[in-house]
């Protein structure tokens, strides 16, 4: 295990250069959420795992049970830690139901379902500029494409693109794609150690070409809804861009402002 940090005093709050008050401070609260991300992201717990009791982290990190609750609440909030009552605080996965499409916003006009998975490709082959860019890796990098559809009632839906930095993705093939029966984000977790922790989305309105017509099977220029997304792990690094085309004739894209 990584050795403890020194422990912090239990002030209210701590200016960012060190020296209590002041008009620029970071709250203690908000020190301990950074050290706690910084565990996740080196892999202390892994996805699905407890972490310690808030007891215990108050006394590795020298601070008051209520500071780390504080803490611990916040990183539940953004959906990095789950509270299970009675059995303690678990590092979020996208295996677990409450989470696995909380980045899947397409909802049927009427009722609700799951929508099934149809692999259409998954290949190495080196990044071009564009990608590379939003990746922040470099052109001609490997990286790894997968195509696919998702269906509802047996009709196709959502034709997704996806590209992932070669080097967190080895050995991703359409073998381990196929057998895995959960949503990829939990694969990726599970076997890579790459969890998705939140995204940024581009939508607008596109017109189906003659690839995306032919896959979701719709008229050439039907209306599509073009969902663009980058989706980052700890320490803000993006890890997948998705591009999706989705057919809006029985479904709807939802959304929560908060």
């Known amino acids: ?22 008009p620029s401070f970071s709250p203690l609260y908000r020190q301990i959420k950074g050290l706690l991300i910084t565990r996740l992201q080196a892999g202390e717990w892994r996805a699905g795992e407890a972490i310690p009791s ?9 601070v008051s049970q209520g500071t780390v609750r504080k803490a611990v609440d ?4 953004d959906n990095l830690l789950v509270r299970r009552q009675g059995k303690g605080t678990f590092v979020a996965t996208h295996a677990e139901e409450k989470i696995q499409y909380r980045f ?7 009722g609700a379902e799951a929508l099934g998975r149809q692999l259409l490709d998954c290949k ?11 990746l922040q890796m470099r052109a001609g990098d490997p990286m790894v494409e997968v195509r696919r559809l998702l269906h509802s009632g047996g009709q196709p839906v959502v034709l997704d693109e996806i590209w992932l ?10 073998e381990k794609l196929n057998q ?40 050439l220029g039907t209306p599509l809804l ?8 700890y320490g803000d690094k993006p890890v997948e861009l998705r591009r999706g085309l989705y057919n809006t004739s029985n479904h709807f894209y939802r959304n929560e402002l908060n």
């Open 54 to 62: 808030e007891q215990e982290l108050a006394a590795r990190f020298g």
């Open 104 to 110: 899947l916003r397409l909802t049927p006009d009427k």
């Open 1 to 22: 295990m990584p050795a403890s940090p020194p422990a912090i005093a239990d002030d209210s709050s701590v200016r960012s250069d060190g020296a209590v008050g002041g």
């Open 226 to 233: 073009s969902v663009e997304r980058l989706s980052f792990t």
């Open 165 to 174: 930095p070669g080097d967190l993705f080895k050995g991703l093939t359409a």
């Open 74 to 77: 916040e990183l539940a909030a």
């Open 180 to 219: 895995h029966r959960g949503p990829f984000y939990g694969l990726f977790e599970a076997e890579f150690g790459v969890h998705m922790i939140r995204a940024e989305e581009k939508i607008r309105a596109v017109a189906a070409d003659a690839d995306s017509a032919g896959h979701l099977q719709v008229p």
């Open 124 to 134: 190495r082959q080196r990044a071009p500029a564009w990608i590379a860019k939003l």
